[in-house]
T-cell receptor
Framework: NAGVTQTPKFRILKIGQSMTLQCTQD?????MYWYRQDPGMGLKLIYY???????DKGEVPNGYNVSRSTTEDFPLRLELAAPSQTSVYFC????????????FGEGSWLTVV | AQKITQTQPGMFVQEKEAVTLDCTYD???????LFWYKQPSSGEMIFLIY??????QNATEGRYSLNFQKARKSANLVISASQLGDSAMYFC????????????FGTGTSLTVIP
């Protein structure tokens, strides 16, 4: 039972580089999310999607892009990495019903130097 | 305004005692869900308990219970008989059903269980 799988787990980027964090879920969930968690802080929503082909900005979308071509996959692209993007990134998914909890991937630790 | 407020950055509790972690929320949506998650030092997010806005009884899951006071918009987590393994960050979250179905998270409370 894979749940939500995100890769890579760790990555060091140089300022100005770009990269894609991959996320896939096998629970047939319509809702998918990307959060970032800065050290000692809570989760901030970057982007979310309510289904294939539909994406929306969250609280902190600047510097990121997403796509949702399939139900399963929701990659997050970082363009022109900056030190402020050093964080732990969590991909998550949930079902449609209000009582459905959110399932998280294991997190991706990203450092921009 | 913050959707979820957790006012206790850090809490300490003696092993085997009960502890209450505070959470207040702000929403105009009549339908919403309230959740608590545990994040140990390893980093994964673990779902603990859920309370729906229309549920009249407080939710319980083993040693976890959610003290839901709708009029006060509070959803405190009570952990009974604390164990050393309960030391972790705890996050309160809300899902608004009629306004986007997003999950909003608080800033978390760091709980330390003292032997």
């Amino acid at each position: 039972n894979a749940g939500v799988t995100q890769t890579p787990k760790f990555r060091i980027l140089k300022i100005g580089q770009s990269m894609t964090l991959q996320c896939t879920q096998d629970m047939n969930h319509n809702y998918m999310y990307w959060y970032r968690q800065d050290p000692g802080m809570g989760l901030k929503l970057i982007y979310y999607s309510v289904g294939a082909g539909i994406t929306d900005k969250g609280e902190v979308p600047n510097g990121y892009n997403v796509s949702r071509s399939t139900t399963e996959d929701f990659p997050l692209r970082l363009e022109l990495a900056a030190p402020s993007q050093t964080s732990v990134y969590f991909c998550a998914s949930s079902g449609n019903r209000g009582g459905n909890t959110i399932y998280f991937g294991e997190g991706s630790w990203l450092t921009v130097v | 305004a913050q959707k979820i407020t957790q006012t206790q950055p850090g809490m300490f509790v003696q092993e085997k005692e009960a502890v209450t972690l505070d959470c207040t929320y702000d929403t105009s949506d009549q339908s919403y869900g309230l959740f608590w998650y545990k994040q140990p030092s390893s980093g994964e997010m673990i779902f603990l308990i859920y309370q729906g806005s229309y549920d009249e009884q407080n939710a319980t899951e083993g040693r976890y219970s959610l003290n839901f006071q709708k009029a006060r918009k509070s959803a405190n987590l009570v952990i009974s008989a604390s164990q050393l393994g309960d030391s972790a960050m705890y996050f309160c979250a809300m899902r608004e059903i009629n306004t986007g179905n997003q999950f909003y998270f608080g800033t978390g409370t760091s709980l330390t269980v003292i032997p």
